[in-house]
């Protein structure tokens, strides 16, 4: 089945991961922040079923915040993210507590809760389920840059609403974004009368490279490094 997809490699889980430090209260969810907040550039990274706590997550955090960015990597799950070790509760199960509608009611608080503190400018980053939350978030007009990555449950219609510019990073090997389904996305970006688009195909990695990579597998590690930089570049262009 193509969740079995979604949920492959999960990562052990380390609440204490990271440079940066976990709030309890940022627009009404926990959420590791990394950066300073004094910045007036936010990113928000909206994690896969596993949730916030995975390390490579944090680490991507930890990049970003390096470049200026106050980043905030909320906890959409409440502290139950996914767990592949669970048999009694199997992912349907599990995805019907935590849907991206969800997700993206909550994501718009934490927008909210940025722009109060003075934020001028966010950039939303979306792996996975993640992806969907910010494709919603680009299409209520929410943010000013997004980023999706082997994203899963979005469509073809949601890119005709897409108010930003947008960056699609897809996994050759995916069958919840195929190639075929991706660049669909990218033909329907290239109809519109205005906002920036990028669509690239990473060749040689499946859905979740770019987030569950094992650190000692170079070329996983270098693929999921490319992506890092494509998205950070994005961001850099037009979260200012």
């Given at each position: 089945m193509a969740h079995s997809q979604c949920c492959a490699n999960p990562p052990t889980l380390s609440p204490t991961g990271g440079g940066g430090a976990v709030v309890e209260d940022l627009g009404g969810l926990r959420a590791y922040t990394a950066g300073s907040p004094d910045s007036k550039l936010a990113v928000l990274l909206i994690s896969?079923?596993?949730?916030?706590?995975?390390?490579?997550?944090?680490?991507?955090?930890?990049?970003?915040?390096?470049?200026?960015?106050?980043?905030?990597?909320p906890d959409f799950f409440h502290g139950d993210p996914f767990s592949l070790s669970n048999a009694e509760r199997p992912f349907q199960a599990w995805i019907q507590s935590h849907t991206?509608?969800?997700?993206?009611?909550?994501?718009?608080?934490?927008?909210?809760?940025?722009?109060?503190?003075?934020?001028?400018?966010?950039?939303?980053?979306?792996?996975?389920?993640?992806?969907?939350?910010?494709?919603?978030?680009?299409?209520?007009?929410?943010?000013?840059?997004?980023?999706?990555?082997?994203?899963?449950?979005?469509t073809v219609d949601d890119f005709k609403e897409v108010k930003c510019p947008i960056a699609i990073l897809g996994a050759e090997s995916d069958h919840l974004s195929p190639p075929e389904l991706v660049k669909q996305f990218g033909e329907v970006l290239s109809a519109r009368a205005e906002g920036d688009y990028f669509v690239k195909i990473f060749p040689g990695v499946a859905h979740g490279w770019s987030v569950r990579y094992r650190t000692d597998d170079a070329p996983a590690v270098k693929s999921a490094e490319e992506a890092q930089s494509d998205t950070l570049a994005w961001l850099t262009k037009y979260v200012k």
């Open positions: 896969d079923v596993y949730g916030f706590e995975a390390p490579n997550l944090r680490k991507i955090a930890d990049k970003v915040a390096a470049s200026g960015y106050f980043v905030v990597v991206t509608d969800k997700g993206f009611e909550e994501a718009k608080l934490v927008v909210a809760a940025l722009k109060a503190k003075g934020i001028s400018a966010i950039g939303a980053v979306g792996y996975c389920w993640g992806a969907k939350v910010v494709v919603e978030l680009a299409k209520a007009g929410e943010i000013q840059a997004a980023v999706l990555l082997h994203p899963s449950f979005v």
